[in-house]
Protein backbone atom coordinates (compact mmCIF):
# COMPACT_ATOMS: atom_id res chain seq x y z
CA UNK A 1 0.00 0.00 0.00
CA UNK A 2 1.19 3.62 -1.09
CA UNK A 3 0.74 6.27 1.40
CA UNK A 4 -0.05 9.28 0.08
CA UNK A 5 2.60 11.83 -1.22
CA UNK A 6 3.15 14.89 -0.75
CA UNK A 7 4.00 17.59 2.01
CA UNK A 8 3.09 15.91 5.00
CA UNK A 9 4.68 12.56 3.57
CA UNK A 10 8.23 14.91 3.71
CA UNK A 11 7.35 16.10 7.26
CA UNK A 12 6.84 12.60 8.22
CA UNK A 13 10.31 11.71 7.85
CA UNK A 14 13.14 10.80 9.59
CA UNK A 15 16.87 12.60 8.73
CA UNK A 16 19.71 10.05 7.73
CA UNK A 17 21.87 11.35 10.67
CA UNK A 18 18.68 10.56 13.35
CA UNK A 19 18.39 6.73 12.15
CA UNK A 20 22.02 6.22 12.24
CA UNK A 21 22.11 7.69 16.04
CA UNK A 22 19.17 4.95 16.80
CA UNK A 23 20.90 2.43 14.85
CA UNK A 24 24.29 2.70 16.95
CA UNK A 25 21.88 2.95 19.92
CA UNK A 26 19.96 -0.33 18.90
CA UNK A 27 23.55 -1.95 18.15
CA UNK A 28 24.73 -1.51 21.48
CA UNK A 29 21.50 -3.09 23.26
CA UNK A 30 21.58 -6.21 20.80
CA UNK A 31 24.79 -6.94 21.00
CA UNK A 32 25.11 -6.97 25.08
CA UNK A 33 21.75 -9.18 24.39
CA UNK A 34 22.45 -11.47 22.01
CA UNK A 35 25.83 -12.37 24.19
CA UNK A 36 23.76 -12.62 26.88
CA UNK A 37 21.98 -15.67 25.00
CA UNK A 38 24.64 -17.08 23.42
CA UNK A 39 27.32 -17.00 26.31
CA UNK A 40 25.31 -17.34 29.67
CA UNK A 41 24.30 -21.21 29.93
CA UNK A 42 27.26 -22.47 29.34
CA UNK A 43 29.80 -19.78 30.95
CA UNK A 44 28.28 -20.90 34.33
CA UNK A 45 27.09 -24.22 33.42
CA UNK A 46 29.91 -25.70 31.73
CA UNK A 47 33.23 -22.85 32.84
CA UNK A 48 32.09 -22.24 36.44
CA UNK A 49 30.65 -25.48 37.16
CA UNK A 50 27.17 -24.44 38.64
CA UNK A 51 24.45 -27.46 38.69
CA UNK A 52 22.30 -27.62 35.85
CA UNK A 53 19.72 -27.63 38.13
CA UNK A 54 20.23 -24.63 39.80
CA UNK A 55 20.89 -22.74 36.71
CA UNK A 56 17.49 -23.97 35.72
CA UNK A 57 15.52 -22.75 38.70
CA UNK A 58 17.56 -19.31 38.27
CA UNK A 59 15.88 -19.03 34.83
CA UNK A 60 12.73 -19.91 35.97
CA UNK A 61 12.52 -17.16 38.70
CA UNK A 62 14.03 -15.12 36.14
CA UNK A 63 11.28 -15.87 34.08
CA UNK A 64 9.11 -14.52 35.90
CA UNK A 65 10.11 -11.30 36.62
CA UNK A 66 11.03 -10.97 32.91
CA UNK A 67 7.38 -11.68 31.59
CA UNK A 68 5.60 -9.03 34.41
CA UNK A 69 8.12 -6.12 34.29
CA UNK A 70 7.78 -5.08 30.82
CA UNK A 71 3.83 -3.94 30.91
CA UNK A 72 4.89 -2.36 34.00
CA UNK A 73 7.88 -0.49 32.93
CA UNK A 74 5.55 0.38 29.97
CA UNK A 75 3.20 1.83 31.65
CA UNK A 76 5.22 4.18 33.08
CA UNK A 77 7.28 5.22 30.20
CA UNK A 78 3.96 6.31 28.77
CA UNK A 79 3.05 7.86 31.60
CA UNK A 80 6.09 10.35 31.55
CA UNK A 81 5.19 13.68 29.82
CA UNK A 82 7.76 14.92 27.61
CA UNK A 83 10.25 17.82 29.02
CA UNK A 84 13.40 18.62 27.88
CA UNK A 85 14.91 15.54 28.98
CA UNK A 86 12.58 13.61 26.81
CA UNK A 87 10.00 11.30 27.21
CA UNK A 88 11.40 7.84 26.22
CA UNK A 89 15.02 8.75 25.63
CA UNK A 90 15.55 9.38 29.11
CA UNK A 91 14.37 5.95 29.98
CA UNK A 92 16.74 5.11 27.44
CA UNK A 93 19.47 7.41 29.36
CA UNK A 94 18.31 6.30 32.68
CA UNK A 95 18.74 2.11 31.74
CA UNK A 96 22.03 2.05 29.91
CA UNK A 97 24.20 2.22 32.71
CA UNK A 98 22.48 -0.66 34.86
CA UNK A 99 22.00 -2.75 31.65
CA UNK A 100 26.08 -2.47 31.38
CA UNK A 101 26.30 -3.03 35.20
CA UNK A 102 24.29 -6.47 34.93
CA UNK A 103 26.05 -7.64 32.22
CA UNK A 104 29.57 -6.91 33.28
CA UNK A 105 28.58 -8.98 36.53
CA UNK A 106 28.13 -12.23 34.89
CA UNK A 107 31.37 -12.48 33.95
CA UNK A 108 32.79 -12.02 37.37
CA UNK A 109 31.88 -15.15 39.04
CA UNK A 110 34.51 -17.46 39.85
CA UNK A 111 34.51 -20.90 40.08
CA UNK A 112 35.49 -21.21 43.33
CA UNK A 113 32.00 -19.84 44.73
CA UNK A 114 29.97 -22.39 46.00
CA UNK A 115 26.41 -23.74 43.95
CA UNK A 116 24.72 -21.11 46.42
CA UNK A 117 27.04 -18.62 45.95
CA UNK A 118 26.26 -18.49 42.28
CA UNK A 119 22.61 -19.41 42.43
CA UNK A 120 22.17 -15.91 44.57
CA UNK A 121 24.97 -13.92 42.55
CA UNK A 122 23.65 -15.08 38.93
CA UNK A 123 19.81 -14.20 40.60
CA UNK A 124 20.99 -10.66 41.66
CA UNK A 125 22.54 -10.25 38.01
CA UNK A 126 19.40 -11.57 36.01
CA UNK A 127 17.33 -8.58 38.06
CA UNK A 128 19.55 -5.92 37.58
CA UNK A 129 20.95 -6.59 33.72
CA UNK A 130 17.41 -7.63 32.53
CA UNK A 131 15.59 -4.58 34.36
CA UNK A 132 18.14 -2.28 32.13
CA UNK A 133 17.13 -4.27 28.97
CA UNK A 134 13.32 -3.98 29.49
CA UNK A 135 13.29 -0.13 29.71
CA UNK A 136 16.65 0.18 27.52
CA UNK A 137 14.80 -2.07 24.53
CA UNK A 138 10.83 -0.90 25.22
CA UNK A 139 11.66 2.32 24.94
CA UNK A 140 13.76 2.74 22.11
CA UNK A 141 11.08 0.43 20.75
CA UNK A 142 8.62 2.81 21.21
CA UNK A 143 11.12 6.04 20.55
CA UNK A 144 11.34 4.06 16.49
CA UNK A 145 7.80 3.87 16.73
CA UNK A 146 7.08 7.13 17.78
CA UNK A 147 8.61 9.46 15.33
CA UNK A 148 6.22 9.46 12.53
CA UNK A 149 2.61 8.38 11.63
CA UNK A 150 4.32 7.04 8.49
CA UNK A 151 4.41 3.07 7.91
CA UNK A 152 6.75 3.61 5.25
CA UNK A 153 9.22 5.44 7.43
CA UNK A 154 8.98 3.50 9.90
CA UNK A 155 10.08 0.59 8.04
CA UNK A 156 12.74 2.23 6.55
CA UNK A 157 14.26 3.11 10.24
CA UNK A 158 13.91 -0.49 11.33
CA UNK A 159 15.55 -1.03 8.17
CA UNK A 160 18.36 1.07 8.92
CA UNK A 161 18.99 0.47 12.56
CA UNK A 162 18.83 -3.43 11.63
CA UNK A 163 21.58 -2.89 8.86
CA UNK A 164 24.12 -0.93 11.11
CA UNK A 165 23.86 -3.49 14.19
CA UNK A 166 23.87 -6.32 11.91
CA UNK A 167 28.05 -6.55 12.07
CA UNK A 168 28.18 -6.20 15.90
CA UNK A 169 25.03 -8.62 16.45
CA UNK A 170 27.20 -10.71 14.01
CA UNK A 171 30.28 -11.31 16.21
CA UNK A 172 28.35 -11.24 19.33
CA UNK A 173 26.80 -14.14 18.15
CA UNK A 174 29.64 -16.00 16.50
CA UNK A 175 31.94 -14.85 19.53
CA UNK A 176 30.69 -17.10 22.61
CA UNK A 177 30.65 -20.46 20.29
CA UNK A 178 34.71 -19.24 19.67
CA UNK A 179 35.27 -18.09 22.83
CA UNK A 180 34.00 -21.03 25.32
CA UNK A 181 34.88 -23.79 23.16
CA UNK A 182 38.40 -23.13 23.70
CA UNK A 183 41.14 -23.86 26.07
CA UNK A 184 42.25 -19.81 26.72
CA UNK A 185 42.28 -19.27 30.77
CA UNK A 186 38.97 -18.16 32.63
CA UNK A 187 40.88 -14.40 32.72
CA UNK A 188 41.13 -14.04 29.34
CA UNK A 189 37.44 -14.76 28.65
CA UNK A 190 36.64 -12.12 31.06
CA UNK A 191 38.77 -10.03 29.26
CA UNK A 192 37.04 -10.34 25.71
CA UNK A 193 33.47 -10.25 27.64
CA UNK A 194 34.55 -6.75 29.05
CA UNK A 195 35.79 -5.93 26.25
CA UNK A 196 32.55 -6.36 24.40
CA UNK A 197 30.74 -5.05 27.39
CA UNK A 198 33.01 -1.70 26.46
CA UNK A 199 32.01 -1.05 22.90
CA UNK A 200 28.85 -1.78 23.61
CA UNK A 201 28.86 1.18 26.05
CA UNK A 202 30.44 3.37 23.20
CA UNK A 203 27.41 2.34 20.69
CA UNK A 204 25.03 3.42 23.47
CA UNK A 205 26.91 6.03 24.63
CA UNK A 206 27.12 8.35 21.03
CA UNK A 207 23.70 6.95 19.69
CA UNK A 208 21.97 8.27 23.30
CA UNK A 209 23.51 11.63 23.31
CA UNK A 210 23.20 12.17 19.48
CA UNK A 211 19.30 11.02 18.80
CA UNK A 212 16.61 13.67 19.12
CA UNK A 213 13.47 12.73 20.07
CA UNK A 214 9.94 13.52 18.67
CA UNK A 215 7.01 13.11 20.43
CA UNK A 216 3.58 12.80 18.48
CA UNK A 217 1.57 14.28 20.82
CA UNK A 218 3.43 17.63 22.44
CA UNK A 219 0.73 18.78 24.62
CA UNK A 220 0.21 17.41 28.46
CA UNK A 221 -2.53 14.80 28.48
CA UNK A 222 -3.38 12.92 31.43
CA UNK A 223 -2.20 9.24 30.83
CA UNK A 224 -4.65 6.59 31.57
CA UNK A 225 -4.74 4.89 35.16
CA UNK A 226 -3.31 1.84 35.26
CA UNK A 227 -6.26 -1.00 34.70
CA UNK A 228 -8.04 1.35 32.19
CA UNK A 229 -5.05 1.32 30.31
CA UNK A 230 -4.84 -2.42 30.25
CA UNK A 231 -8.42 -2.60 29.29
CA UNK A 232 -7.91 -0.15 26.44
CA UNK A 233 -5.05 -2.32 25.35
CA UNK A 234 -6.77 -5.61 24.97
CA UNK A 235 -9.96 -3.25 23.66
CA UNK A 236 -7.34 -2.89 20.48
CA UNK A 237 -8.50 -6.08 18.14
CA UNK A 238 -5.70 -4.93 15.93
CA UNK A 239 -3.29 -5.81 18.95
CA UNK A 240 -5.22 -8.64 19.86
CA UNK A 241 -4.81 -10.60 16.37
CA UNK A 242 -0.86 -9.30 16.19
CA UNK A 243 -0.48 -10.53 19.30
CA UNK A 244 -1.34 -13.82 18.63
CA UNK A 245 0.37 -13.51 14.92
CA UNK A 246 3.55 -12.25 17.23
CA UNK A 247 3.24 -15.39 19.37
CA UNK A 248 3.79 -17.92 16.52
CA UNK A 249 6.43 -16.46 15.13
CA UNK A 250 8.46 -16.04 17.78
CA UNK A 251 7.61 -20.06 18.54
CA UNK A 252 9.21 -20.41 14.76
CA UNK A 253 12.02 -18.34 15.26
CA UNK A 254 13.01 -19.92 18.77
CA UNK A 255 12.59 -23.35 16.93
CA UNK A 256 14.18 -22.91 13.93
CA UNK A 257 17.58 -20.30 15.35
CA UNK A 258 17.42 -23.43 18.29
CA UNK A 259 17.17 -26.74 16.37
CA UNK A 260 19.11 -26.39 13.66
CA UNK A 261 22.53 -26.92 14.98
CA UNK A 262 20.93 -30.52 15.79
CA UNK A 263 19.69 -30.53 12.45
CA UNK A 264 22.82 -29.85 10.51
CA UNK A 265 24.78 -32.74 12.95
CA UNK A 266 22.73 -35.25 13.39
CA UNK A 267 20.55 -35.01 10.22
CA UNK A 268 22.58 -33.19 7.15
CA UNK A 269 25.68 -34.56 9.06
CA UNK A 270 27.74 -31.42 8.47
CA UNK A 271 30.99 -30.52 10.61
CA UNK A 272 31.33 -27.10 11.89
CA UNK A 273 33.13 -26.00 8.65
CA UNK A 274 30.45 -27.28 6.22
CA UNK A 275 28.25 -25.31 8.85
CA UNK A 276 29.98 -21.96 8.22
CA UNK A 277 29.92 -22.33 4.46
CA UNK A 278 26.09 -23.07 5.02
CA UNK A 279 25.42 -20.19 7.15
CA UNK A 280 28.15 -17.50 5.58
CA UNK A 281 26.43 -16.67 2.06
CA UNK A 282 23.00 -16.49 4.27
CA UNK A 283 24.78 -13.70 6.31
CA UNK A 284 25.84 -11.99 3.23
CA UNK A 285 22.78 -11.97 2.02
CA UNK A 286 20.95 -10.36 4.28
CA UNK A 287 22.07 -6.78 4.03
CA UNK A 288 20.91 -6.56 0.36
CA UNK A 289 17.75 -8.80 1.63
CA UNK A 290 17.02 -5.86 4.55
CA UNK A 291 16.23 -3.06 1.79
CA UNK A 292 14.31 -5.86 -0.48
CA UNK A 293 12.15 -6.29 2.73
CA UNK A 294 11.53 -2.46 2.30
CA UNK A 295 10.63 -2.27 -1.20
CA UNK A 296 8.08 -5.47 -0.82
CA UNK A 297 6.62 -3.64 2.32
CA UNK A 298 5.96 -0.26 0.35
CA UNK A 299 4.75 -1.74 -2.57
CA UNK A 300 2.38 -4.26 -0.81
CA UNK A 301 1.56 -2.65 3.04
CA UNK A 302 2.48 -4.76 5.99
CA UNK A 303 -0.35 -7.52 6.42
CA UNK A 304 0.72 -8.38 2.43
CA UNK A 305 4.29 -8.36 3.46
CA UNK A 306 3.31 -11.38 6.16
CA UNK A 307 1.42 -13.35 3.92
CA UNK A 308 4.65 -13.49 1.53
CA UNK A 309 6.23 -14.35 5.03
CA UNK A 310 4.10 -17.05 5.36
CA UNK A 311 4.46 -18.63 2.08
CA UNK A 312 7.95 -18.29 1.82
CA UNK A 313 8.58 -20.16 5.25
CA UNK A 314 6.24 -22.99 4.26
CA UNK A 315 8.41 -23.77 1.24
CA UNK A 316 11.10 -23.55 3.24
CA UNK A 317 10.16 -25.88 6.41
CA UNK A 318 8.97 -28.24 3.62
CA UNK A 319 12.34 -28.42 1.93
CA UNK A 320 13.58 -29.21 5.63
CA UNK A 321 10.85 -31.89 6.24
CA UNK A 322 12.12 -33.59 3.07
CA UNK A 323 15.81 -32.92 3.35
CA UNK A 324 16.48 -34.79 -0.10
CA UNK A 325 20.15 -33.12 -0.82
CA UNK A 326 22.33 -30.56 1.00
CA UNK A 327 21.81 -27.63 -1.41
CA UNK A 328 17.78 -27.68 -0.78
CA UNK A 329 19.08 -27.89 2.69
CA UNK A 330 20.87 -24.84 2.49
CA UNK A 331 18.34 -22.67 0.40
CA UNK A 332 14.99 -23.79 3.01
CA UNK A 333 16.98 -23.11 5.65
CA UNK A 334 18.12 -19.67 3.68
CA UNK A 335 14.31 -18.86 3.20
CA UNK A 336 13.20 -19.51 6.74
CA UNK A 337 15.88 -17.69 8.59
CA UNK A 338 15.36 -14.62 6.26
CA UNK A 339 11.88 -14.24 6.31
CA UNK A 340 12.06 -14.23 10.17
CA UNK A 341 13.80 -11.42 9.42
CA UNK A 342 11.72 -9.54 7.41
CA UNK A 343 9.15 -9.96 10.48
CA UNK A 344 11.26 -8.48 12.90
CA UNK A 345 11.58 -5.48 10.63
CA UNK A 346 7.98 -5.21 10.57
CA UNK A 347 7.27 -5.75 13.91
CA UNK A 348 7.66 -2.48 14.86
CA UNK A 349 5.88 -0.47 11.91
CA UNK A 350 2.76 -2.81 12.75
CA UNK A 351 2.59 -1.78 16.57
CA UNK A 352 2.91 2.08 15.03
CA UNK A 353 -0.09 1.24 13.52
CA UNK A 354 -2.08 -0.23 16.16
CA UNK A 355 -0.95 2.88 18.04
CA UNK A 356 -1.74 5.53 15.75
CA UNK A 357 -5.58 3.89 15.90
CA UNK A 358 -5.37 3.96 19.64
CA UNK A 359 -4.44 7.50 19.67
CA UNK A 360 -7.64 8.45 17.70
CA UNK A 361 -9.80 6.19 20.43
CA UNK A 362 -7.84 7.30 23.33
CA UNK A 363 -6.50 10.83 22.27
CA UNK A 364 -3.01 9.24 23.99
CA UNK A 365 0.48 7.85 22.81
CA UNK A 366 0.80 4.65 24.08
CA UNK A 367 3.45 2.58 22.40
CA UNK A 368 4.77 1.79 25.58
CA UNK A 369 2.25 0.10 26.88
CA UNK A 370 1.68 -2.29 23.54
CA UNK A 371 5.31 -3.30 23.84
CA UNK A 372 5.06 -4.00 27.10
CA UNK A 373 1.73 -6.39 26.74
CA UNK A 374 3.13 -8.17 23.60
CA UNK A 375 6.59 -8.73 25.27
CA UNK A 376 3.91 -9.93 28.67
CA UNK A 377 2.22 -12.32 25.59
CA UNK A 378 4.53 -13.84 23.32
CA UNK A 379 7.69 -14.55 25.51
CA UNK A 380 6.25 -18.03 27.01
CA UNK A 381 6.08 -18.65 23.52
CA UNK A 382 9.65 -20.15 23.68
CA UNK A 383 9.47 -21.90 26.26
CA UNK A 384 6.48 -23.66 25.21
CA UNK A 385 8.14 -24.31 21.77
CA UNK A 386 10.83 -26.08 23.12
CA UNK A 387 9.10 -27.99 25.44
CA UNK A 388 6.95 -29.28 22.52
CA UNK A 389 10.11 -29.74 20.84
CA UNK A 390 11.99 -31.87 23.85
CA UNK A 391 8.64 -34.15 23.89
CA UNK A 392 8.58 -34.73 20.32
CA UNK A 393 12.67 -35.71 20.48
CA UNK A 394 11.97 -37.31 23.56
CA UNK A 395 9.19 -39.83 22.23
CA UNK A 396 11.47 -40.76 19.24
CA UNK A 397 14.21 -42.00 21.39
CA UNK A 398 16.76 -39.10 21.16
CA UNK A 399 19.99 -39.96 23.35
CA UNK A 400 22.40 -37.09 23.77
CA UNK A 401 24.94 -39.74 24.48
CA UNK A 402 25.07 -40.85 21.17
CA UNK A 403 27.51 -39.33 18.31
CA UNK A 404 25.08 -40.56 15.23
CA UNK A 405 21.31 -41.17 15.98
CA UNK A 406 18.87 -44.05 15.30
CA UNK A 407 16.92 -43.34 12.32
CA UNK A 408 13.71 -42.93 14.34
CA UNK A 409 15.25 -40.50 16.45
CA UNK A 410 16.08 -38.27 13.60
CA UNK A 411 12.74 -38.13 12.16
CA UNK A 412 11.93 -37.02 15.05
CA UNK A 413 14.21 -34.46 14.66
CA UNK A 414 12.75 -33.64 11.21
CA UNK A 415 9.48 -33.80 12.45
CA UNK A 416 10.32 -31.62 15.84
CA UNK A 417 12.06 -28.78 13.60
CA UNK A 418 9.78 -28.49 10.26
CA UNK A 419 6.07 -30.14 10.96
CA UNK A 420 5.80 -27.91 14.52
CA UNK A 421 6.93 -25.08 13.29
CA UNK A 422 4.13 -25.62 9.82
CA UNK A 423 1.82 -26.07 12.47
CA UNK A 424 2.37 -22.59 13.54
CA UNK A 425 2.85 -20.77 11.21
CA UNK A 426 -0.81 -22.21 10.14
CA UNK A 427 -2.10 -20.70 13.58
CA UNK A 428 -0.84 -17.14 12.45
CA UNK A 429 -2.90 -17.65 8.84
CA UNK A 430 -6.37 -17.12 10.64
CA UNK A 431 -5.66 -13.94 12.93
CA UNK A 432 -3.55 -12.21 9.87
CA UNK A 433 -6.47 -12.54 7.20
CA UNK A 434 -8.99 -11.14 9.82
CA UNK A 435 -6.25 -8.02 11.02
CA UNK A 436 -7.89 -5.03 10.33
CA UNK A 437 -5.15 -2.32 10.03
CA UNK A 438 -4.99 -2.51 6.07
CA UNK A 439 -5.86 -0.80 2.91
CA UNK A 440 -8.46 2.06 2.92
CA UNK A 441 -9.08 1.80 6.74
CA UNK A 442 -5.51 2.27 7.39
CA UNK A 443 -5.27 5.19 4.90
CA UNK A 444 -7.90 6.68 7.05
CA UNK A 445 -6.43 6.38 9.98
CA UNK A 446 -3.56 8.02 8.93
CA UNK A 447 -5.03 10.54 7.41
CA UNK A 448 -7.49 11.55 10.61
CA UNK A 449 -4.22 11.45 12.93
CA UNK A 450 -1.82 13.90 10.76
CA UNK A 451 -5.05 16.01 10.45
CA UNK A 452 -5.80 16.27 14.60
CA UNK A 453 -1.42 16.61 14.74
CA UNK A 454 -1.85 19.40 12.26
CA UNK A 455 -4.92 21.33 13.96
CA UNK A 456 -3.26 20.94 17.23
CA UNK A 457 0.38 22.45 16.26
CA UNK A 458 -1.57 24.74 14.08
CA UNK A 459 -3.39 26.13 17.94
CA UNK A 460 0.03 25.61 19.80
CA UNK A 461 1.68 28.17 17.53
CA UNK A 462 -1.31 30.28 17.69
CA UNK A 463 -0.88 30.14 21.64
CA UNK A 464 2.97 30.68 21.41
CA UNK A 465 1.94 33.86 19.38
CA UNK A 466 -0.55 35.30 21.89
CA UNK A 467 2.25 35.34 24.79
Known sequence: MNETKGNNAEKQQVSS???????????????????FTG???TFY???????????GIVMIIFAVWNAINDPVFGYISDKKSLDSKGKRLYFIRLAAPIFLVGFLMFWIAF???????LFIFLLIALFIFDTGLTIYGLNLSAILTGQTTSTNERTRISIIT?????LPVGIAAILPNLVLTSEMAIVYMRLIFIGMTVIAAILMLIGTMKMKEHSLRKEKVEPLPVWPAIKETFKSKAFIFFVIINFMFTAISTNLVGVMPLYFKYIAQLNQWQILAVSAPIGILQIPFYFLYGYLQRKLGLRNSVFIII???????????????????????????????????????????????DELKTGRRREGMFFGINALITKPASSLVVFFFTLIISHFGYDSDLAVQTAQAQFGIILGLSILSLAFIVLAIVPLIIYPLHGSKLKEIKQELDIRHEKKQEEENEEKNYL
Open 39 to 41: ALL
Open 311 to 357: GVMLVGFLGLFFQTHIVVNAISYALCLLMISFWFVIVNPLVGDIADE
Open 45 to 55: VDILGMDPELF
Open 111 to 117: PSWSNVS
Open 162 to 166: SVISF
Open 17 to 35: RQRSYMGLTKAGGDLLGVM
